[in-house]
């Protein structure tokens, strides 16, 4: 079985500061990790994925998220927001194989000038 | 155009009757599913096929059916439409040789009155 928490159900930062967004899963394997964003809307486009690879993974837009395999995280980042930042951002795991994507409820980034 | 095209867009239905949502793909994707998306509950899977003869139930599958027609098209259909059913639905496709990502339509925007 699979499972996926995100949080925060909501995080707000002021433009020009440091975004964590925070990403707990369950896997009974080796997983597949991405994180996912909507804009208001809008469809989900890839931030980034972890398959097994390297653990620090970067994103598009300055997003990075590092695969911890003991605390089970796979938390986003970004040095420095910006006001087109602001959606709702999904983690989703997926085990190898045959196995379908299970969502995270989201977060909404609010971002302020 | 798109890779992940769904139609209609925006629907208005009304309770009870039956309503198909229609996806198709360019990718060549073998794996095709379909969510839906509610405020603060992320996207749960309704149904999802692994390939043109296999059809399997997501976590919300009661109240849906589904059609695999050819490897690039894939429906959703409401057998009698009820109100909680209003609800932004999405067409997503994916390849276990791309590690899994899936590739996501815009999405269609159901209103049950």
């Known amino acids: 079985a699979q499972s996926v928490t995100q949080l925060d159900s909501h995080v707000s930062v002021s433009e020009g500061t440091p975004v964590l967004l925070r990403c707990n899963y369950s896997?009974?394997?080796?997983?597949?990790l991405f994180w996912y964003v909507q804009h208001p809307n809008k469809g989900l486009q890839l931030l980034l994925k972890?398959?097994?690879?390297?653990?620090l993974v970067k994103g598009i837009n300055g997003f990075e998220a590092e695969f911890k395999k003991s605390e089970t995280s796979f938390h986003l980042t970004k040095p420095s927001a910006h006001m087109s930042d602001a959606a709702e951002y999904f983690c989703?795991?997926?085990?190898?194989?045959?196995?379908?994507?299970?969502f995270g409820k989201g977060t909404m980034l609010l971002v302020s000038p | 155009d798109a890779d992940v095209t769904q139609t209609p867009r925006n629907r208005i239905t009304k309770t009870g009757k039956r309503i198909m949502l229609e996806c198709s793909q360019t990718?060549?994707?073998?794996?095709m599913y379909w969510y839906r998306q509610d405020p603060g509950l992320g996207l749960r899977l309704i149904y999802y096929?692994?390939?043109?003869?296999?059809?399997n139930k997501g976590e919300i599958s009661d109240g849906y059916s589904v059609s695999r027609q050819a490897q690039a098209k894939f429906s959703l259909s409401l057998e009698s439409a009820i109100p909680n059913q209003t609800a932004l639905y999405f067409c997503?496709?994916?390849?276990?040789?791309?590690?899994?990502?899936?590739?996501f339509g815009q999405g269609t925007r159901l209103t049950v009155v």
């Open positions: 989703v795991v997926s085990l190898s194989g045959y196995s379908t994507l299970t």
């Open positions: 990718k060549g994707h073998d794996r």
């Open positions: 096929s692994f390939d043109v003869k296999d059809i």
């Open positions: 896997s009974s394997y080796s997983p597949s």
């Open positions: 997503a496709t994916s390849d276990a040789r791309a590690g899994q990502q899936a590739f």
């Open positions: 972890y398959t097994s690879a390297a653990t």
